[in-house]
């Protein structure tokens, strides 16, 4: 089932059990799919499209929220931390540390990478294969701690 009809699925749902808090957060998704679609360069929205649509909306509302409570607006950022948990549901699992610096230190291992002079060439590499399953922030952590 692709991410949209998921979508609509769960949309419908979340009508029927007035459910605010998923509603907000479905619709979002459904607005960033729509617009994706008919953004004009004619290409289609396959899984991996999606998955950087989602971790694109979660990252926004992951922004407001630092700065909503930069600013003491509670209130602001409980609606987004709800809105960031809805988006969450349809991204794939993300992966723990441990996982996330054994990987990364295979791919250590595969480019010869000896210090953090070849922390680019490791992170192209990393953020390719950990695409969707890591942020790129703690990705970008753990090659640098593995090559410090």
């Known amino acids: 089932m692709s ?3 998921k979508i609509n699925n ?3 749902e979340a009508m029927k059990n007035k459910d605010q808090v998923g509603l907000r957060g479905i619709r979002a998704v459904k607005a960033a799919i729509l617009l994706a679609k008919t953004d004009g360069s004619g290409e289609e929205l396959n899984e991996e499209k999606e998955i950087k649509l989602l971790q694109k909306l979660v990252k926004q509302r992951q922004d407001s ?3 909503y409570r930069k600013q003491n607006r509670e209130d602001l950022a409980v609606v987004e931390v709800e809105e ?3 988006i969450q549901r349809y991204l794939p699992e993300q992966l ?3 996982k996330l610096r054994e990987i990364i230190g295979t791919i250590i291992n595969e480019t010869g990478a ?3 002079k070849d922390m680019g060439k490791v992170m192209g ?3 390719q294969q950990l695409a969707g399953k890591a942020d790129g922030k703690a990705i970008a952590a753990a090659v640098k701690s ?3």
Request: glycine fraction near 4%.
């Open 10 to 12: 769960d949309l419908k």
């Open 84 to 86: 960031i948990e809805v």
């Open 65 to 67: 929220l630092e700065i």
């Open 114 to 116: 000896s210090g953090i």
């Open 3 to 5: 991410l949209e009809a």
């Open 96 to 98: 723990s540390e441990e």
């Open 146 to 148: 593995l090559l410090s």
């Open 125 to 127: 590499l990393a953020s």
